[in-house]
């Protein structure tokens, strides 16, 4: 079937399965292997996108579902070639070890700070526990995320 | 001790080498690298876990659509063994199948669905037979054999003076059978590989690992091929703790068999439930421990008897049952001393290396029956571990004289005055708060156990521009060597950090350098590469020397330039100079370590050539009504010898310190008759950001001569300390032992009932 979204800001219309993960059509069909699969079953947030700003996981959407939609992946989360204030935060606190979780951590992060731009400590918790990170121990990420919404609240 | 320069990049808190592609999302992990005309590979398993093999179905899945290959034990062109330590496991069954997921025959196909297909209709004929599924049954006079006459792999002692005497003369005796579970390492990224057949019948592989060592040596034994024709390259890699030591060779293996039987590049990536039920765990272990302490509180025997749960094949359990017991006393003088332990055979799923490495069962039950000696005595927990706990000059349980770089007492004292007063007990009307510690050691790098694999290579090479490119045979897997060896490399040849690159981690640039275990990257490929800056420093002092109107031994490198006494000259002019006059500035370095002893028949010797210490401070909260503990700070002290990057560090004591909390609270896999029942992230619970506690790094530093800088290995020990110290905190709070682990709130609330109908 054609499905027509919105990827990264630009339209984008393709023929896939419907049933096709929405995380295989992007990391198989257009190459954006950013989105990360840790567990394939919803449980670790390592392919988290946004889904009309919302953060979902790409391994438990099909194609057909993203129909109409605006799909944000760790590809379009910049603006040009200026980092997301999340990432450059995540860089500077140490917040990544491995980094295989990092980008689902960025996108989760992302969505909460659109959402709510001064998120406290407890608030900055539960948006990302739905996502696994078994390196860090969350410190340097929490950190990180408060500083990005420090910074972009400056900014705003 | 040296003194710090405050220009230097060691001990500064330089942003990680690989952050940006990695918040970027542009990093590859095996995963994200496809090949065209590349299969894909799914390995049939036995479902039971002991029985005979009798055939397969192997002509009607060799029919299916989309399958390409369909190999069996038969198949393998080279030996069928997985060499580890010893060489008992094969690489597919043959004969009898020992666990509940063993490898039998491999699929390769045109697509995952085709693949995964296949080895859906897969019918195995499995005769079964008896099984043993609790390790504390395998020394059964009647159970099954699966290993020698007593289904023990190795039996290892320890012995020093007279422990029947000593507990004669005691004062106080405490005594206790602690149990601990498997964890498993949930990297987030599952175990994969990629095989590509190349010209000269040679085989590459790519992928997630420890080791590319391991994986050359078993992909070269299952192929039949020399050493020479196997190359392997480590891709970027997702997490390991451990659980990519020897795994990685399996999986290699499997693609690499059917990359070999098709000419074609194959992938093979676990899913997360095949990662948990097939791949190897920590050790669950049943310890048994006395110990003796005299009225003045010195502690005078340990006795100890304990078995590791090694699983259906040996696999690493010699060398960590080994770990095990050097670490079986704690970090005390004791001289009475008798150890026995086992690493017994079952038809489970083998267990293999997790951060600590055996430690953390036995230190589960050496610090928690410090604090009931120090109950016992009516000596402060704290107190009772300063008069006891080794200083330089000591001798440790196996007999090593301390000598440089004995932080202990630093990490007690500087852990105990972070933590400050301790809260109050009563928190709320259900809630009580405790305090717990833990003082810990880590023989660091491979010690006496590993000897023959303690040594490294590096190769490194100042380009014409002034940059510089380095290659090491350990291995990044998150913890950060890439960025600490970068400033070692920039520190000792005076250039930029971000003018240091080192290349991917590959078999066929460096020679064998050993694994990356035992937290020993940074200190063991941090010295080969100081070896290889040597000559290429002494090449740009020789040619700077006439330049400066001096001689070599007048000069000092330091960032971009060479200084004489009177005057200075920018590197990149002797650098130019250099290859002006066709100078070699490339070098090999090469390290290794000497001066490991150890006699088996007493487990007496110099088992390390050097430790590290901690002490963990642990503040909890128990609710007496629902039995749920809640960690409310981790004060964690870790004497590293020295930071090289203090964020790092901070990171390692971060992480670590969580996972030993999953290990002391939540973590368990359930295991009946062999069969793992919860190979999910939604059954398997990890620590998630919701449930960590404020953690405090403290670092603590008294140098390591033998190490880059004076730095020592130390990324494992955070986890080894945390949950006794959990379980010292609980009894502290509520006046209950659990001497299970993990602490959840069931075996909580059962021991308050329990203490309550106890007082009634
Ligand atoms: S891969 Fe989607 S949640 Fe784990
Ligand atoms: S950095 Fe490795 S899982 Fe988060």
Redesign the interface.
Known sequence: MKISFTLNGKPISRDVAPDKRLIDFL??DLGL?????????G??G?CTVLMDGEAVCSCLLLCAQVQGRHIT???GV?SGNE?HPV?QA?????A????????GF?MSSAALLEKNPEPNEDE???A???????????????KGIRIAGKRMREKS | MKKKNPTSIIGS?T??S????????????V??Y?YDGMLHVAVIRSPVPHGELQGSNRRELEAMPGVVAVLFAEDIPGKNCIPVVLSDMPCLATGNVLYVGEPVGLIGAETPEAARKACAAARLDIRPLPAITDPEKSRDENAPKLYGDENVFTHLVMRSGDVQTAFQKASVIVEGTYRTPYQE??????QGMIATPEGDGAMKVTGSMQCPFYVQDAVAQVLGLPLAKVRIVQS????A?GGKEDVPSFVATQAALVAHATGRSARLIY??EEDITTTSKRHPAVLHYRTAADKKGNLLAVEADYILDGGAYTTLSPVVLWRSIVHSVGPYRCPNIKVDARAVATNRVPCGAFRGFGSPQVLFAVESQMDRLADELGIEPAEFRRRNLLKSGDKTSTGQVLKDSVGSHQTLENALSAAGKAPEKKVSSSKRAGRGISTIFYGVGLGAGGEHLARTGATVQILRDGSAVFSVGTTE????MRTALGQIVAEALGIPFERVQMTATDTSRVPDSGPTVASRATTMSGNALLSACKPIRETLFAVAAPLLNTTTDKLKLTQGQIESPSKTIPLQDVIDECFQRRENLAAEGWYRVEGTTFDKSTGQGDAYVTYAWSTNVVDIEVDTETGVVEVKRIFAAHDVGRAVNV??V??Q???????GMGYALMEDILSEDGVIRNP???TYI?????D?P??KPVIVEVPFEGGPFGAKGFGEQPLMGIAPAIANAISDAVGVRINELPLTPERVFAALNQKNKNED
Request: proline share 3%; aromatic share 6%.
């Open positions: 990391r198989e292997i950013g989105t990360k699969e840790g567990c394939g079953k449980e670790c390592s992946t760790i590809e910049q980092l990432q995540f860089i500077e606190t140490g990544v070890q491995c980094g295989f979780c990092t980008p960025v900055i918790r539960r990302v526990a739905g996502n696994l990170c078994r390196c860090t121990g969350y410190s340097k990420i929490v | 808190r942003a990680r690989d952050a940006l592609a990695k918040v970027c999302g542009t990093e590859k992990f995963a994200d496809m390492h949930a990297y987030l990224e599952p970027t890699t997702g997490g703790f899913s997360r897997m998150g913890q950060g964020s790092g901070e990171g004591i971060e992480g670590g310190s969580v996972q999910q992230f939604s990890i620590p998630t950001a919701v960590t404020e953690i």
